[in-house]
Protein backbone atom coordinates (compact mmCIF):
# COMPACT_ATOMS: atom_id res chain seq x y z
CA UNK A 1 0.00 0.00 0.00
CA UNK A 2 1.04 3.59 -1.23
CA UNK A 3 1.90 5.81 1.85
CA UNK A 4 -0.25 9.46 1.49
CA UNK A 5 3.11 11.40 0.21
CA UNK A 6 2.53 8.77 -2.61
CA UNK A 7 -0.67 9.55 -3.47
CA UNK A 8 -0.24 13.42 -2.69
CA UNK A 9 2.83 12.83 -5.47
CA UNK A 10 0.66 11.00 -7.82
CA UNK A 11 -1.98 13.86 -7.34
CA UNK A 12 0.36 16.54 -8.30
CA UNK A 13 1.24 14.57 -11.38
CA UNK A 14 -2.28 14.79 -12.62
CA UNK A 15 -2.33 18.15 -12.23
CA UNK A 16 -4.54 18.73 -8.76
CA UNK A 17 -3.94 21.96 -7.40
CA UNK A 18 -3.42 20.84 -3.85
CA UNK A 19 -3.94 17.59 -1.84
CA UNK A 20 -3.15 16.67 1.53
CA UNK A 21 -4.26 13.24 4.12
CA UNK A 22 -6.98 14.03 6.47
CA UNK A 23 -8.90 11.56 8.68
CA UNK A 24 -12.75 10.55 6.85
CA UNK A 25 -13.58 11.07 10.53
CA UNK A 26 -14.10 14.42 9.49
CA UNK A 27 -17.04 13.78 6.89
CA UNK A 28 -19.88 14.21 8.56
CA UNK A 29 -23.27 14.42 6.75
CA UNK A 30 -25.43 16.98 8.10
CA UNK A 31 -29.34 17.37 7.67
CA UNK A 32 -28.52 21.20 7.45
CA UNK A 33 -26.25 20.52 3.74
CA UNK A 34 -29.12 18.21 2.59
CA UNK A 35 -32.02 20.87 3.39
CA UNK A 36 -29.87 23.25 0.74
CA UNK A 37 -30.03 20.18 -1.67
CA UNK A 38 -33.83 20.25 -1.43
CA UNK A 39 -33.96 24.08 -1.70
CA UNK A 40 -32.71 23.20 -5.07
CA UNK A 41 -31.49 26.49 -5.85
CA UNK A 42 -28.77 24.93 -8.35
CA UNK A 43 -31.61 23.13 -10.10
CA UNK A 44 -29.99 19.51 -9.37
CA UNK A 45 -31.64 18.11 -6.92
CA UNK A 46 -34.04 14.65 -8.29
CA UNK A 47 -32.52 15.88 -11.81
CA UNK A 48 -29.12 14.07 -11.65
CA UNK A 49 -27.85 10.87 -10.24
CA UNK A 50 -25.10 12.45 -8.16
CA UNK A 51 -27.64 14.25 -6.58
CA UNK A 52 -29.79 13.49 -3.75
CA UNK A 53 -32.46 12.39 -3.62
CA UNK A 54 -30.78 9.74 -6.10
CA UNK A 55 -27.56 8.83 -3.87
CA UNK A 56 -29.24 7.45 -0.57
CA UNK A 57 -30.42 8.89 2.63
CA UNK A 58 -27.64 10.73 4.74
CA UNK A 59 -27.88 7.00 6.84
CA UNK A 60 -26.59 5.25 4.04
CA UNK A 61 -24.22 7.92 3.30
CA UNK A 62 -22.73 7.79 6.80
CA UNK A 63 -22.60 3.95 6.48
CA UNK A 64 -20.33 3.97 3.21
CA UNK A 65 -18.00 7.07 4.69
CA UNK A 66 -17.46 4.60 7.42
CA UNK A 67 -16.13 1.82 5.45
CA UNK A 68 -12.18 3.87 5.05
CA UNK A 69 -9.56 4.62 7.06
CA UNK A 70 -7.34 6.79 5.13
CA UNK A 71 -8.59 10.09 2.87
CA UNK A 72 -6.83 12.84 1.07
CA UNK A 73 -8.69 16.08 0.15
CA UNK A 74 -7.85 17.52 -2.88
CA UNK A 75 -8.34 20.79 -4.60
CA UNK A 76 -8.01 22.10 -8.38
CA UNK A 77 -8.13 25.63 -9.03
CA UNK A 78 -8.11 27.14 -12.33
CA UNK A 79 -9.29 30.18 -13.46
CA UNK A 80 -12.63 30.28 -14.62
CA UNK A 81 -15.47 33.46 -14.60
CA UNK A 82 -17.77 31.95 -12.48
CA UNK A 83 -21.35 32.51 -13.64
CA UNK A 84 -23.83 29.92 -14.70
CA UNK A 85 -24.23 28.00 -18.15
CA UNK A 86 -20.23 28.85 -18.60
CA UNK A 87 -18.79 25.97 -20.69
CA UNK A 88 -15.29 26.78 -19.40
CA UNK A 89 -16.14 25.82 -15.97
CA UNK A 90 -17.87 22.77 -16.98
CA UNK A 91 -14.82 21.83 -18.65
CA UNK A 92 -12.82 22.09 -15.33
CA UNK A 93 -15.23 20.01 -13.23
CA UNK A 94 -15.35 17.36 -15.73
CA UNK A 95 -11.37 17.61 -15.87
CA UNK A 96 -11.43 17.43 -11.75
CA UNK A 97 -13.90 14.50 -12.04
CA UNK A 98 -11.63 12.52 -14.76
CA UNK A 99 -8.61 13.41 -12.22
CA UNK A 100 -10.29 11.50 -9.42
CA UNK A 101 -11.10 8.32 -11.78
CA UNK A 102 -7.51 8.42 -12.42
CA UNK A 103 -6.19 8.33 -8.78
CA UNK A 104 -9.13 6.02 -7.89
CA UNK A 105 -7.27 3.79 -10.67
CA UNK A 106 -3.66 4.40 -9.31
CA UNK A 107 -4.26 3.61 -6.06
CA UNK A 108 -6.60 0.74 -6.56
CA UNK A 109 -3.19 -1.23 -8.75
CA UNK A 110 -0.83 0.01 -6.17
CA UNK A 111 -3.30 -2.11 -3.55
CA UNK A 112 -5.97 -0.44 -2.28
CA UNK A 113 -9.08 -2.89 -2.77
CA UNK A 114 -11.88 -0.43 -1.70
CA UNK A 115 -11.45 3.16 -3.22
CA UNK A 116 -14.20 5.96 -3.08
CA UNK A 117 -13.25 9.20 -5.33
CA UNK A 118 -15.50 12.43 -4.65
CA UNK A 119 -15.06 14.85 -7.14
CA UNK A 120 -17.26 18.66 -6.87
CA UNK A 121 -20.22 19.17 -7.81
CA UNK A 122 -23.13 17.59 -10.09
CA UNK A 123 -22.13 14.72 -12.28
CA UNK A 124 -21.35 16.38 -15.61
CA UNK A 125 -19.91 13.83 -17.72
CA UNK A 126 -22.96 13.49 -20.06
CA UNK A 127 -24.50 17.21 -21.41
CA UNK A 128 -27.77 16.49 -19.19
CA UNK A 129 -27.93 14.14 -17.08
CA UNK A 130 -30.28 11.58 -17.99
CA UNK A 131 -31.81 11.37 -14.78
CA UNK A 132 -34.14 14.80 -15.95
CA UNK A 133 -35.98 11.56 -18.42
CA UNK A 134 -36.11 8.84 -15.95
CA UNK A 135 -33.51 6.91 -17.72
CA UNK A 136 -30.55 5.07 -16.81
CA UNK A 137 -27.11 6.73 -15.93
CA UNK A 138 -24.88 6.51 -18.63
CA UNK A 139 -21.93 5.68 -17.17
CA UNK A 140 -22.92 4.11 -13.95
CA UNK A 141 -19.13 3.08 -13.15
CA UNK A 142 -17.40 6.63 -13.39
CA UNK A 143 -20.42 8.71 -11.79
CA UNK A 144 -19.80 9.43 -8.11
CA UNK A 145 -21.20 11.83 -5.97
CA UNK A 146 -19.60 14.79 -4.46
CA UNK A 147 -19.16 16.09 -0.65
CA UNK A 148 -21.79 18.86 -0.91
CA UNK A 149 -23.62 15.71 -2.18
CA UNK A 150 -23.09 13.94 0.93
CA UNK A 151 -24.49 16.40 3.30
CA UNK A 152 -20.80 17.22 3.79
CA UNK A 153 -19.98 21.08 5.00
CA UNK A 154 -17.50 21.54 2.71
CA UNK A 155 -16.31 25.23 3.60
CA UNK A 156 -16.12 24.12 7.34
CA UNK A 157 -14.25 21.27 6.69
CA UNK A 158 -11.74 23.52 4.41
CA UNK A 159 -11.67 25.72 7.72
CA UNK A 160 -10.80 22.94 9.95
CA UNK A 161 -8.27 21.66 7.92
CA UNK A 162 -6.61 25.02 7.09
CA UNK A 163 -7.16 25.36 3.59
CA UNK A 164 -8.69 28.18 1.47
CA UNK A 165 -12.32 28.02 1.23
CA UNK A 166 -12.80 31.46 -0.23
CA UNK A 167 -14.92 32.07 -3.15
CA UNK A 168 -12.96 34.16 -5.63
CA UNK A 169 -14.87 35.98 -9.36
CA UNK A 170 -12.27 34.93 -11.55
CA UNK A 171 -11.09 31.42 -10.44
CA UNK A 172 -12.82 28.04 -9.47
CA UNK A 173 -11.32 26.34 -6.34
CA UNK A 174 -12.91 22.80 -7.07
CA UNK A 175 -12.96 20.48 -3.52
CA UNK A 176 -13.28 16.49 -3.44
CA UNK A 177 -11.05 13.83 -1.94
CA UNK A 178 -10.05 10.45 -2.55
CA UNK A 179 -11.08 7.66 0.34
CA UNK A 180 -9.52 4.32 0.61
S1 LIG B 1 -22.93 9.92 -16.06
FE1 LIG B 1 -24.46 11.13 -17.14
S2 LIG B 1 -26.42 10.12 -16.63
FE2 LIG B 1 -24.88 9.41 -15.13
S3 LIG B 1 -25.05 10.84 -13.37
FE3 LIG B 1 -23.43 11.63 -14.71
S4 LIG B 1 -24.51 13.12 -16.02
FE4 LIG B 1 -26.09 11.77 -15.11
Given at each position: ?33 R ?11 N???S?P??I ?11 Q???G?I ?8 I ?6 L??T ?10 L???L ?11 P ?7 R ?9 C????R??F ?8 V ?19 W ?6
Amino acid sequence: MLSPEEIIEYSKRLGISFARAFPPGLLIPQERVRGYCRENKCGSYNRNYSCPPSIGTLEEIRERLGQFQQGIILQYSQPAVIEKGNRELQKTKIDFHLKILKLEEFLKKTGAENVMGMPGGSCGLCRTCRAVESRPCRHPGRMRFSLEAAGIDVLGLLAQLGMDNRFYPDKINWTGCVLY
